[in-house]
């Protein structure tokens, strides 16, 4: 989980944008709904069905409104962030299975530091080899570095696995929801990204289909036989 995330969205962002990255995370927490039906035999209903569609339409939207997007340009970043979701929401199944075992602060220690070693060996065996430059790139490079390691990776992840122990991978997995709302904000806030009305719609897609294909379906009774005001 921690490698083919990583890896795959590290380079996915080097050939894609934030603002599209933001919004193909946003399908995280559908995938992780998929994973936990196929896993967990969780009922996969029609509400479930059209929130794939609709979730995927919104990516779809995003993907080919760029001119000229294909798997040599932007779309295979795109796709490699696409199968970092992937990843993700498959390591999140093994967290849940795992938790029912394993401490989550436990599980958390010995996740990251075999993915941690893994990244190390890719950094050094990789077609970039670490140089000066790499290494010592100046303060605020490594300052970024220090907080998402602390911030994002290890206080983040162990908040997160903990959650996934106790309220099951697909439940989480609806926090996730917030990843675009920030992520588009801040790539057209920090990064000058241009924002266009195929990102305002793949937005609405995304976040309806995720919101519709991880509802409980109790929520879904309750609001069809809810009476009239």
Avoid: C
């Avoid at 969780?42 to 080919?64: K, Q």
């Avoid at 530091?113 to 990244?119: E, H, I």
């Amino acid at each position: 989980m921690v490698y083919a995330n990583q890896i795959l969205f590290a380079l996915g962002l080097q050939r894609s944008t934030a603002t599209n990255g933001a919004l193909i995370m946003a399908l995280s927490p559908l995938v992780s709904a998929l994973m936990a039906a196929l896993v967990f035999r969780e009922a996969l209903t029609a509400r479930r069905l059209i929130g794939v569609a609709l979730g995927f339409t919104g990516v779809a939207a995003v993907v080919l409104s760029h001119p000229g997007a294909s798997l040599s340009h932007a779309g295979l970043g795109d796709l490699m962030l696409a199968l970092s979701v992937v990843s993700f929401a498959v390591g999140g199944v093994g967290v849940q299975r795992l938790a029912r075992q394993i401490d989550p602060l436990s599980m958390s220690w010995g996740i990251y530091v075999m993915g941690t070693a893994m990244l190390v060996v890719h950094a050094l065996l990789g077609p970039s080899p670490l140089g000066a430059a790499q290494l010592f790139p100046g303060a605020w490079p490594w300052a970024l570095v220090l907080f998402s390691g602390v911030a994002a990776t290890a206080a983040g992840n162990l908040i997160w696995n903990r959650a996934i122990s106790v309220i099951g991978v697909a439940r989480t997995a609806v926090f996730l929801y917030w990843v675009p709302v920030f992520g588009v904000a801040v790539a057209a806030l920090l990064l000058g990204e241009r924002l266009t009305w195929w990102h305002l719609f793949g937005f609405a897609a995304v976040m309806s289909g995720t919101w519709l294909g991880t509802r409980p379906a109790a929520a879904v009774a309750a609001t069809v036989s809810k009476p009239a005001p």
